[in-house]
């Protein structure tokens, strides 16, 4: 019998770092391959033009990968988390921007466009670490991929990457 880990958030946060170490895995063999991912608590789906069997080996290879040790390969340069990053900074740098009086805001306008391009710099190095620290755990003991099914065909395919995790 197959049992949950300890919480919901460690089950995504799993299937997050086998997601992007399979997307990691197909860009190498398949250069310039357009592939959406998103995960949740049982798994993730791929959303783009991937062979179901090519995902499923990609899918196993990510996973053997993360298990050997290639923790790097749970961070990924495209994923969401990194433009969630920047938009939380620049949303800040932009809040502090136009706090107070309507007169003292033109006032910080130049302040408050430094803040911006501060926020954009700074996303770039903090949206990995985002993810190496919160948003993905490439701890693999008792991962395994249970099934990849694709989900519709057409103009947009959507595959299914189902993920056990045992206690």
Same mark, same amino acid.
């Given at each position: 019998?197959?049992?949950? /880990? ?34 949740? *608590? ?5 959303? *783009? ?47 502090? *921007? ?11 306008? /130049? ?13 770039? /190095? ?27 065909? *057409?103009?947009? /395919? ?10």
């Amino acid at each position: 019998m197959v049992s949950s /880990p300890r919480s919901f958030s460690e089950r995504v946060r799993r299937n997050h770092a086998v997601e992007h170490a399979t997307l990691h895995v197909l860009e190498r063999e398949m250069p310039g391959l357009s592939l959406v991912g998103r995960s949740d *608590g049982q798994g993730f789906l791929i959303y *783009g033009h991937v062979d179901t069997e090519s995902l499923r080996l990609a899918a196993e290879e990510g996973l053997e990968r993360l298990r050997d040790g290639e923790s790097y390969l749970a961070v990924h340069p495209h994923c969401g988390t990194n433009l969630a990053v920047g938009v939380l900074l620049a949303g800040a740098a932009v809040l502090l *921007g136009i706090l107070g009086s309507q007169r003292a805001r033109w006032r910080r306008l /130049p302040l408050t466009l430094v803040g911006l391009a501060g926020a954009v710099t700074m996303a770039g /190095p903090l949206g990995p670490e985002v993810q190496r620290r919160w948003t993905t755990d490439a701890d693999m003991e008792g991962v395994s991929i249970a099934r990849v099914t694709c989900l519709r065909r *057409g103009r947009l /395919p959507v595959h299914r990457v189902e993920i056990e995790h045992a206690s």
